[in-house]
């Protein structure tokens, strides 16, 4: 691999004896992870039933290594949610804060999800998921994601960090900022991003990165914490910046992180020598089985700042029973406990919005809550994100074929297909599963089920 040659020369002179350890890294295979989506199964449940090879990523509770030759997309699991693809060392900075039911949590540059949907499966339904990606074609990326992992509580939003700050100052218990950055560690994973290295001098990113870092502070409530992260090895980016946190923030504290035998510690003497810095963690290629990251965890004192500004007890009102006599009576057909006072309608469409979270004017958002579906004629036409967030046994009218079962690939590619008698009876709407997991939905009439799988999903 040709590495820019600024960035050998700036290596050299950070790792000393260490650099040739990691320059050989660059000769080693890339290393392919996923992690359990434990919102919907468990470890244990899905190392029964997972149909290739894995092996457990030491430091990540829920994440598995796979061999390069797998195509874990194209298996039916994928996309009933079950997992999520992501290199080991990215899923570090998502397990490494600690997210109570019931909080309120922010991830700041969310896009594509990979850290957002641990957030989401942590808070198991509880609280609120803010999700915001300042890219609206980035954050369409997300909120699939969001709704393929079935989460229940999602705000999904599209807006600067500076404008979200003016909206819920004081307000999170958790923020994970995974800044964006010269992206230094993930050169062996991706070699792409050396032609945008070579584009944007790290100064770049330096900057951005202060941009964010205030209006991130400022929306942690007293007492919460912030993880910050990112994916270089720029010491610019990562121990100068929590030294200009601390030094414009004096209500923030560095805490401990969760260790690993491989992790290395914040390096002082690359940035104000500071000796907090070494509570900081570094990952590198050399020294772990992943790519590079950063990360340093702190927490605001409980009395450093305002306390939460934004309403958070605005509830919608109860909807017209009458407006809403086909979707009750779908629901009466599943099995949770549904607070009317959460709902809202918005034309045709039902969504259950999220605890914590009143109503919010002006912003760009692509999802406030959980799309429940529509309501059409004389009926209810239930969404694929509800279909998602639906967990085996919560729902009567199921079909659930086997993984193997040609019929699910048939299905996934948006096809109608037959159903057996021994399989399901009767007409109507039909909640359509692999192994007893959903994948969406369909309508069943004489043998025949119509396929109602989001359009926008379906294998090619």
């Not at 260490?18 to 919907?40: A, M």
């Not at 393929?148 to 999904?156: A, E, H, K, M």
């Not at 969504?351 to 692509?366: N, W």
Request: glycine letters at 8%; hydrophobic letters at 35%.
């Amino acid at each position: 691999m040709q590495l820019p040659d600024k960035f050998v020369k700036k290596m050299k002179e950070l790792l000393l004896d260490e650099y040739e350890d990691f320059i050989r890294s660059y000769d080693e295979q890339r290393l392919y992870g996923l992690r359990v989506n434990t919102l919907k199964i468990s470890c244990e449940e899905f190392e029964k039933i997972v149909p290739f090879e894995i092996k457990k990523i030491p430091w990540i509770p829920n994440g598995y290594y796979y061999n390069e030759d797998v195509k874990p997309a194209k298996h039916p699991y994928y996309h009933a949610g079950l997992y999520y693809l992501q290199e080991p060392s990215a899923m570090t900075p998502a397990s490494r804060l600690v997210i109570n039911e019931g909080d309120a949590v922010l991830d700041l540059c969310a896009a594509p999800g990979g850290k957002a949907t641990e957030l989401g499966a942590k808070l198991c339904g509880t609280g609120v998921l803010v999700a915001n990606d300042v890219s609206s074609s980035r954050a369409k990326a997300l909120l699939k994601n969001i709704e393929l992992f079935g989460i229940r509580n999602p705000f999904v939003v599209s807006e600067s960090p500076a404008k979200l700050a003016a909206y819920f100052a004081g307000f999170f218990d958790k923020i994970l900022l995974d800044a964006p950055c010269s992206g230094e560690g993930m050169f062996r994973k991706d070699p792409s991003v050396i032609k945008n290295y070579d584009k944007e001098d790290t100064s770049y990113y330096e900057k951005l990165q202060r941009e964010i870092i205030t209006p991130a502070v400022n929306m942690l409530k007293p007492g919460g914490m912030l993880l910050y992260s990112t994916c270089t090895f720029s010491p610019g980016e990562n121990e100068c910046q929590i030294d200009y946190l601390l030094e414009k923030f004096p209500e923030m504290e560095l805490m401990d992180i969760e260790g690993y035998e491989g992790f290395d510690c914040g390096h002082p003497e690359w940035a104000s020598k500071n000796p907090g810095l070494k509570k900081c963690v570094r990952i590198w290629p050399h020294k772990m089985q992943g790519e590079g990251h950063f990360m340093a965890l702190l927490k605001k004192r409980e009395d450093g700042g305002a306390k939460e500004s934004f309403s958070s007890n605005v509830y919608y009102g109860k909807p017209d029973n009458r407006q809403l006599e086909y979707f009750y009576e779908f629901i009466n057909e599943l099995n949770w406990d549904i607070d009317k006072m959460r709902l809202e309608v918005k034309g045709e469409r039902v969504f259950y919005m999220p605890e914590r979270l009143g109503k919010l004017t002006g912003m760009r958002f692509l999802r406030n809550g959980l799309y429940m579906g529509d309501l059409l004629k004389k009926r209810f036409e239930p969404s694929q994100a509800l279909a998602m967030a639906i967990k085996p046994g919560e729902y009567k009218n199921v079909i659930s074929l086997k993984s193997d079962d040609i019929r699910v690939i048939r299905y996934l590619k948006g096809e109608t297909i037959q159903i057996d008698d021994n399989e399901s009876t009767g007409t109507g709407i039909r909640l359509f599963c692999v192994d007893g997991y959903p994948l969406g939905w369909g309508k069943l009439n004489n043998g025949i089920l119509k396929n109602k799988y989001h359009s926008g999903w379906r294998l090619m």
